[in-house]
């Protein structure tokens, strides 16, 4: 909590709740490999993260919980058999690229939770796949997702959805335009 980070090249099996959790914390993180979390993989609340190479492998809850008004930008990454991979709240932003989605009950998540803060998260992705998720996307109203390549398949909600570069949506609908 209020602090700085530099977390490399850990693994953390079989947590009781939250593997990782940081509040309001600048961190970068490289080379992490969670397993069995009983609650969230990693949790973030306020903090501004870089993070390179994760595996989050069953997730009780979610395996990337992003809230709260954090920043969070992740390189490399594979989030599988868990709840929700990626929850992305509280006006918070995420950046995804190279990321990889399987078998989760919810790939990603855009919503509101904590009513301070008034909307959902944002979400850009590039490069990411979305591999057997029962729902790829859901994405709250006022939430926002950003694509730099094709949308995935499962979507529900009625949140923006834009493809960068490519089309645009219109934010009334959340429908794809030419």
């Given at each position: 909590v209020y602090g700085d980070a530099d977390i490399r090249d850990?693994?953390?099996?079989?947590?009781?709740?939250?593997?990782?959790?940081?509040d309001y914390t600048k961190a970068n993180i490289q080379g992490v490999t969670i397993k069995n979390a009983r609650n969230d993989g990693v949790d973030f609340m306020g903090a501004m993260i870089n993070l390179q190479d994760i595996l989050i492998?069953?997730?009780?809850?979610?395996?990337l919980s992003v809230g709260e008004g954090s920043t969070v930008t992740i390189k490399r990454?594979?989030?599988?058999n868990s709840v929700i991979g990626a929850a992305v709240k509280d006006a918070s932003h995420l950046k995804l690229s190279d990321v990889i989605f399987r078998n989760n009950e919810v790939a990603i998540s855009s919503?509101?939770?904590?009513?301070r803060f008034g909307k959902p998260g944002?979400?850009?992705?590039?490069r990411t796949e979305f591999l057997e998720n029962l729902v790829d996307l859901d994405i709250e109203e006022g939430g926002i997702f950003y694509a730099k390549q094709a949308l995935p398949s499962r979507i529900s909600g009625p949140g923006v959805i834009r493809l960068i570069d490519?089309?645009?949506?219109?934010?009334e609908t959340g429908q794809i335009s030419n």
């Open positions: 850990i693994e953390v099996t079989n947590c009781f709740a939250d593997c990782i959790d940081l492998v069953k997730a009780g809850d979610k395996g990454g594979f989030v599988k919503f509101k939770k904590n009513w944002e979400v850009i992705v590039d490519q089309l645009e949506s219109t934010p």
